[in-house]
């Protein structure tokens, strides 16, 4: 279970809203995509977990306080 206060949940929506696009900077995940893979976030759910589907077809979550991603404007 994720430690996202309301607050915080809040601001990651507002800085990740549906269909930004986020470039990949890392993620702790065997089956991650490569450093630097682009995507458009699709939904950020109530653990803070920002879902994303990545330009190579990809639709791992980007995990809360482990995962890192920058937006794109």
């Known amino acids: ?3 996202i206060t309301k607050k915080q949940l809040q601001q990651l929506r507002k800085q990740y809203p549906i269909g930004c696009v986020v470039k990949l900077i890392s993620m ?3 089956f991650a ?4 893979t682009l995507g458009k976030v699709f939904y950020v759910d109530d653990t803070g977990t920002i879902h994303v589907n990545w330009d190579n077809g990809s639709t791992l979550g980007v995990v809360f306080g482990v995962d890192k991603i920058e937006r794109i404007d």
Do not use: I, L, Q, T
Not at 33 to 36: H, R
């Open 1 to 3: 279970m994720s430690n």
């Open 33 to 36: 995509p490569k450093v630097g």
């Open 28 to 30: 702790d995940d065997f």
